[in-house]
């Protein structure tokens, strides 16, 4: 599996976060991640990121292209400007005084936003209106995984999980290979998340979970910029 990112505490490069709880739940993680085939393709790892959500245990991104390039200016981005990009993108086109109504913006503060978005190449402005730019050129994850890890308690886990589908492109729990069950698998295909188990040297995906389209919200955004500036060079566009 690929490097696990360390978190420094209210860094703007990195996600903020909580250490992890040594015990048995962390040991589990730990081990049944080393053993996990993500098939030839090395993710970054965030472990215990804080979000909107909550904290999830892991989550894993897979890129769709090793070689990112990104414009320093998204460096600039936080969560209101997120926000105001995933809405640009689910739209696509709109006026400036629509993106004002819609989001109860200021005038004056919804022209800060969208001159630092256009600096940083993700929308299009012209005689006050905003378009989106390429999803394929702004957003980099292919695959975001969210993995809940518990020991005993499954019904938690899966609460957990289908939190972090708001965000992942597929929502998993671990558990260790004695908690699988019929039980289990059924309230998992309900809320359409994965099951991966571990029996105490590998772990494998015995439910496959529900893929979801990303981005699902300024979540997988945020997501997204944090492995941009991990796993991207900067350059001028």
């Known amino acids: 599996?690929?490097?696990?990112?360390?978190?420094?505490?209210?860094?703007?490069?990195?996600?903020?976060?909580?250490?992890?709880?040594?015990?048995?739940?962390?040991?589990?993680?730990?081990?049944a991640l080393a053993s996990y085939d993500w098939e030839g393709r090395a993710?970054?790892?965030?472990?215990?990121?804080?979000?909107?959500?909550?904290f999830p245990d892991v989550i894993a991104v897979l890129l769709r292209d090793r070689n990112l390039l990104f414009n320093p200016a998204r460096l600039k981005l936080r969560e209101e400007h997120l926000r105001l990009l995933h809405h640009v993108h689910a739209v696509q086109r709109t006026s400036e005084s629509r993106l004002a109504t819609s989001l109860r913006l200021k005038p004056a503060k919804l022209s800060d936003l969208l001159v630092d978005l256009e600096a940083a190449g993700l929308i299009r402005r012209a005689d006050r209106r905003v378009a989106a730019r390429s999803l394929a050129r702004a957003f980099v994850a292919?695959?975001?995984?969210?993995?809940?890890?518990?020991?005993?308690?499954?019904?938690?886990?899966?609460?957990?999980?289908?939190?972090?589908?708001?965000f992942a492109s597929h929502s998993y729990v671990l558990l260790p290979e004695k908690s699988w069950s019929p039980a289990?698998?059924?309230?998992?295909?309900?809320?359409?998340?994965?099951?991966?188990?571990?029996?105490?040297?590998?772990?494998?995906i015995r439910l496959g979970a529900e893929e979801r389209a990303i981005p699902a919200s300024y979540g997988s955004w945020l997501v997204n910029e944090w492995t941009l500036r991990h796993a991207g060079r900067p350059a001028i566009e």
Do not use: C
């Open 1 to 31: 599996m690929g490097a696990s990112i360390p978190l420094a505490f209210g860094d703007t490069w990195t996600p903020r976060g909580r250490k992890p709880t040594p015990g048995p739940e962390a040991e589990l993680l730990d081990a």
């Open 43 to 54: 993710p970054v790892v965030f472990r215990e990121p804080q979000m909107p959500t909550g």
């Open 142 to 166: 292919r695959h975001i995984v969210a993995v809940e890890a518990k020991i005993r308690d499954w019904h938690r886990a899966i609460e957990q999980a289908v939190a972090n589908t708001w």
């Open 184 to 204: 289990l698998r059924d309230r998992a295909i309900e809320h359409g998340v994965g099951v991966i188990v571990y029996d105490g040297q590998t772990s494998s």
